[in-house]
């Protein structure tokens, strides 16, 4: 019994040593705020994306190619991750050219979408992300199409 | 025995304490602990910023040799927990670029076979250092 409550006073130690930190050391977070998001992150979830693809919004797929080509969101264009600069340099035109777009990747653990948001402002074209990407689509029943047509 | 497990958490701690953000996302990729639909992002956040910081205690306790057993159960148990957290994600075929084992920004270990096998070595280690007599005994009738 002794052992475990040693083994306890191991751990609560730590954590109280941990939470002391993060709020004592200046760069701690705030516990209760989504890490990939950042500020000047534009969210828009599952039911207000569907109304802005019915008016005409330019849906990226950030998700690796394979996963575009077995489903994705009907229109949508893939800009994977990973391969950002060339498949952008694809899609410029069309991208310079649309009024609203909105970023998606794989969903909670997938931070693909707010890295290609963030990277295309940097290139001046604004983009919104789904929030809680392609899951959050999907169990709303919302269209997806197969292949590699958009 | 003690002073190597040791020397390992406390190394393993060490970035996860200076890059708190960095391990939070690592700890999201695993998708175990939330966030999702039903999980806020409050668990892995709070896991993110106490979790090394236990590694960081028990380490420094099995070098110094202070709750010697004490301490390598505790890293037992999370070597159990990483590995949980590891088999979970490899069986959901979550591919996990860095595990976040010891350096959690750019490149780190992947989380595969080679993974498991190292953190059941040190689980050993953990399991033989908790029966192993306490270091106060002074012979083999103590």
Redesign the interface.
Known sequence: ML?VV??L???I???G???A??SASG??????????VKPGDELVDAAAAKTRLDKGALFLDARPIDFYEMSHVPGALPLPEEHFEKAFAAIEPRLRGSFDVIVYCAG??C?ASHIVSRKLKQRGVPAAILH?GW??WT?AGYPVREGKQP | MGLALGAVFVYASLDK?AK??DF??IL????VI????TL???LP??V???????????GV?LIVGV?R???A??TGILLVVFLAAVGSALYRG?DIENCGCFVVSGEGRRAGLHLILSDVALLAAAAFLVRARPLTSTGPDA
């Open positions: 052992f040693r083994a006073a191991i751990v130690l730590g954590c040593l941990g939470l930190w993060n760069r701690g977070l705030a516990l209760s705020q989504n890490v990939f909670y653990g931070e809680e899951p959050a169990e | 304490i708190p953000l939070a996302r999201y990729h695993y998708q939330g966030p999702s639909a806020p992002p409050l956040n709070l993110a910023v106490t979790l090394p910081w236990v590694e960081l205690v028990a306790m709750l057993r004490e301490a159960a505790v979550i």
